[in-house]
């Protein structure tokens, strides 16, 4: 007879996902997780994990080598019956150990879609999915034929950083080429793409055997490349349901998702809307639960715990159930965030009745507002930002990306 109780091992690189791991253990599953040495002190969810292995290092420094062996041995003593990343630099060394192991999943080829810039425009190219005009920087004819054909200014980007991570603004021909020649070796992890100003959106949603179920879609109002690079305030609202905005970025999330390939779980794509010519640009896309508490601000605007559904479709495969959607609110919510020069902020000033999240993080400040009429959504974030900037907003310098993925 079948073992009913499944074995999970969850990989995070970064102290997140409680949520996805105590809903994992609720449905009755052993939850093991793998994360980095210098997490170790974190809040963990420890009454709801059963083991916790950890390694030198964070990210890059992992050996995976050293992973392989550590998992291998796990499975000597019993059947692993899924590996979950819970963030998106742990995407490739899930995948690596699903590859090795044989266990089913998304494998390396599709998990590029997944974490490789250049792998994503490609492939969205080839789908037909609108996308900024770019090139990789293999060749230097290609690249020269980029510059003379794409009007500036361009931007350099990591293809495997999250977030606006080690992203570079240039404005001329010279220019492009001094940076890619100071990237040395380094440059075949770029790629060069047109810059185009606009309204930055984010889907959010999740998928069960390759359809959509669930997606919110919602505007950062400020952009993840203006705050990393120039300091701010954290802003992102869910829009209006079923505005034309929302319609054209859901239908192109779906295209998205079906051509990379993206079968179950919790993802989080980006796009722009483009000042010039006022249409929708496929940006990125994760197989993960959007960062920065987003989390909680779709929660509190439709009553879908992202974190918690994702733990459920993972358990709903390994047993062969079928997974339903809860009961969807149609809301609006969200969030504002600042780096904090206090470790814990007194926000207790901040006292509206919509006020429905403090986010916990030490040197943070930040809160997550909830209503439902979408323009006292907006006017308490906007009233706030003043607020966070005038008593508690400071701003880290951002370090330089020093090994790339």
């Known amino acids: 007879m079948e073992n009913p109780i499944k074995n999970f091992i969850c990989i995070s690189n970064y102290f997140k996902g409680n949520d996805f791991l105590i809903n994992l253990k609720k449905q009755g599953n052993k939850v093991y997780l793998v994360t980095s040495e210098k997490l170790r002190d974190k809040p963990w969810a420890f009454d709801y994990i059963d083991e916790i292995y950890f390694m030198p290092g964070q990210d890059v420094d992992w050996n995976l080598e050293e992973l392989l062996a550590g998992v291998a041995s796990l499975m000597r003593e019993r059947k692993i019956d899924s590996i979950v990343a819970l963030d998106d630099f742990d995407v490739e060394k899930a995948a ?31 789908a037909g999915i609108p996308i900024p005009a770019f090139s990789p920087l293999f060749n230097d004819e290609e690249i020269n034929e980029f510059a003379d054909t794409i009007s500036p200014p361009w931007v350099l980007k990591p293809r495997s950083e999250a977030s606006a991570s080690g992203i570079m603004k240039v404005h001329s021909k010279e220019e492009l080429w001094e940076k890619i020649h100071g990237l040395e070796d380094n440059r075949i992890k770029y790629l060069v ?17 390759g359809k959509t179920l669930f997606s919110i879609t919602s505007q950062y109002l400020a952009t993840p490349m203006e705050i990393s690079q120039g300091g701010g305030i954290f802003r992102s609202a869910n829009i209006p349901y079923d505005s034309k905005d929302d319609k054209e970025i859901k239908k192109q999330n779906e295209q998205v998702l079906k051509a990379f390939g993206m079968q179950h779980g919790a993802n989080h794509t980006e796009f722009i809307k483009c000042n010039d010519d006022g249409k929708i640009y496929f940006l990125e896309t994760a197989s993960r639960v959007g960062g920065a508490h987003l989390a909680e601000m779709v929660d509190a605007a439709c009553g879908v715990n992202l974190w918690a559904e994702w733990a459920k479709i993972e358990d709903a495969l390994v047993k062969g159930k079928e997974y339903k959607l809860p009961t969807i609110k149609k809301e609006y919510a969200g969030i504002v965030l600042t780096l904090s020069k206090f470790e814990h902020p007194d926000l207790s000033g901040f ?36 607020r966070l900037i005038r008593d508690f907003a400071t701003v880290a310098q951002q370090e330089a990306v020093k090994k790339l993925h």
Not at 195 to 203: D, L, S
């Open 193 to 209: 793409e047109q810059f185009k100003p606009g309204a930055v959106y984010h889907c959010d949603g999740l998928n069960w055997h």
């Open 351 to 386: 006292d509206d009745g919509e006020v429905c999240f403090r986010v916990p993080l030490e040197y943070h400040a930040g809160l997550v507002v909830k209503s439902d009429k979408h323009a006292r959504v907006r006017q308490l974030l906007d009233d706030y930002a003043e």
């Open 96 to 126: 690596y150990l699903r590859e090795n192991l044989r266990i089913s999943g998304m494998g390396q080829t599709t998990g590029r879609y997944f974490r490789d810039k250049l792998a994503m425009r490609m492939r969205a190219k080839d």
